[in-house]
T-cell receptor
Framework: DTEVTQTPKHLVMGMTNKKSLKCEQHMGHRAMYWYKQKAKKPPELMFVYSYEKLSINESVPSRFSPECPNSSLLNLHLHALQPEDSALYLC?????????????FGSGTQLSVL | AQKITQTQPGMFVQEKEAVTLDCTYDTSDPSYGLFWYKQPSSGEMIFLIYQGSYDQQNATEGRYSLNFQKARKSANLVISASQLGDSAMYFCAMREGMEYGNKLVFGAGTILRVKS
């Protein structure tokens, strides 16, 4: 099982709204990631949680707030977003096995900010 | 400096033929991992194949193989017997170092179109 589940699949929000993206995995992976991807561009790393602690923040604006309540769940809280934040938000998780660490992605949340 | 370079913005291949997607990388870290992902128009990122810097043999996964040339810092993806369902964006990516939860950096991607 290599499933990372993201909800919702699509989200439309206004610039004054507060919303959250959810990511869940039950593979026992202890590293989880948020990536942002604009159309026809590669994914760009936003945050990494390792053992439920924030280990990497790629200078992401504070209107994006990550949260890792437990080892299976990763949230991304959104507040006062801008239209340029419209993108595909991808969650991923990874586990190291025999020295190899492979990243598995969810199917993403397509976010539109109006 | 660009860490991962994919020089082919788009490629066409005839169904049932093989195709090679190019990827070169730049790192001074002796420990690194190289990945290829497929992204169909639906948006999901599908893991295809992995090559570790210390692996002696080229990685293979079904119809996918990775042509790893360490001295040339290249990690090309070879897809054999192309199928219409292979039409998608393909990303090469690299992780430097062996720490758990390290950053994965992606190349610009190559759009592959399989013709019938």
């Amino acid at each position: 099982d290599t499933e990372v589940t993201q909800t919702p699949k699509h989200l439309v929000m206004g610039m004054t709204n507060k919303k959250s993206l959810k990511c869940e995995q039950h593979m026992g992976h202890r590293a989880m990631y948020w990536y942002k991807q604009k159309a026809k561009k590669p994914p760009e790393l936003m945050f990494v949680y390792s053992y439920e602690k924030l280990s990497i923040n790629e200078s992401v604006p504070s209107r994006f707030s990550p949260e890792c309540p437990n080892s299976s769940l990763l949230n991304l809280h959104l507040h006062a977003l801008q239209p340029e934040d419209s993108a595909l938000y991808l969650c991923a998780s990874s586990q190291k096995v025999l020295g190899e660490e492979k990243l598995f992605f969810g199917s993403g949340t397509q976010l539109s900010v109006l | 400096a660009q860490k991962i370079t994919q020089t082919q913005p788009g490629m066409f291949v005839q169904e049932k033929e093989a195709v090679t997607l190019d990827c070169t990388y730049d790192t001074s870290d002796p420990s690194y991992g190289l990945f290829w992902y497929k992204q169909p128009s639906s948006g999901e990122m599908i893991f295809l194949i992995y090559q570790g810097s210390y692996d002696q043999q080229n990685a293979t996964e079904g119809r996918y193989s990775l042509n790893f040339q360490k001295a040339r810092k290249s990690a090309n993806l070879v897809i054999s017997a192309s199928q219409l369902g292979d039409s998608a964006m393909y990303f090469c990516a690299m992780r430097e170092g062996m720490e758990y939860g390290n950053k994965l950096v992606f190349g610009a991607g190559t759009i592959l179109r399989v013709k019938s």
